[in-house]
């Protein structure tokens, strides 16, 4: 079989002819000065619907100069909250309940930054859960379409409407006892770069550049840690925390 050859366009970065890293069995090669998919055609519909709302999306972004941070991203007032970590974390599940609470959907799963402007891109309307984050934020229904073949998350419709915001928050999310600290310096680039879509996958010729537009992002965003237990109680304090981010200016809570 022929090899897909599909151009995502230009990289943004210095990097020698031939730079090549591995998605799911798709190969990225920089040629040209361009990315270059090959590879893709193997993929059975399931697995390629799933390829497309995730790496390659991300694959597409980062040829545009763009950051994919594995997060969900709700606005207040023009200002941006992206909530990091890995799957299974709670992200979608404290974006909804967020969006419960009257703020303004931006995306969920994966948030696109521009460095410099800190502009973050509106994503579809949908959130990404499971039967007990369902439960959670109460949620109702039983008829979703599932994310992937062997994702136990469906896609739950979200708002009419998303927003575009400015970056003004990053929080990682933790398990443990609860605590919500701002992080700075070195320890809030690696966090960063540790929750990037496609960070562990990035040739060292652009690891450079991919450090640079980091920087730029952490220098109008401020990063911070939230560790807290699973379950009804842990949402709660989760939720009071990172809306306390985005108070009106007096101090009164949220609606």
Wanted: hydrophobic letters at 40%; glycine letters at 12%.
């Amino acid at each position: 079989m022929r090899a897909t050859r599909r151009f995502l366009g230009e990289s943004p970065f210095a990097s020698p002819p031939g730079t090549s890293f591995e998605l799911g069995g798709i190969q990225a090669v920089l040629v040209g000065g361009q990315w270059q998919l090959r590879g893709e055609e193997s993929l059975d519909p399931a697995r390629l619907r799933e390829f497309n709302d995730g790496p390659l999306t991300a694959l597409r972004q980062f040829a545009a100069g763009r950051l994919c941070i594995h997060g969900s991203c709700f606005a207040k007032a023009a200002r941006a909250v992206c909530i990091m970590g890995p799957s299974g974390m709670g992200k979608s599940t404290l974006l909804a309940a967020s969006c419960a609470r009257g703020v303004e959907f931006v995306s969920d799963g994966m948030t696109v930054v521009t460095p410099g402007s800190g502009e973050v891109e509106p994503g579809l309307s949908r959130f990404k859960l499971d039967e007990q984050a369902r439960a959670l934020v109460g949620v109702r229904g039983t008829t979703f379409d599932a994310v992937g073949p062997h994702s136990r998350k469906s896609y739950v419709p979200g708002p009419d409407s998303v927003t575009s915001a400015r970056l003004g928050f990053l929080v990682e999310l933790k398990r443990g006892e609860p605590s919500f600290r701002k992080v700075v310096g070195a320890s809030a680039l690696t966090s960063l770069l540790g929750n990037l879509y496609l960070g562990p996958r990035v040739p060292q010729p652009c690891q450079a550049g991919l450090l640079q537009q980091c920087a730029a992002v952490l220098s109008a965003a401020e990063l911070w840690t939230l560790s807290s237990p699973l379950g009804a109680e842990g949402l709660e304090w989760s939720l009071q925390a990172i809306l306390s981010l985005v108070a009106e200016p007096s101090g009164a809570p949220l609606p």
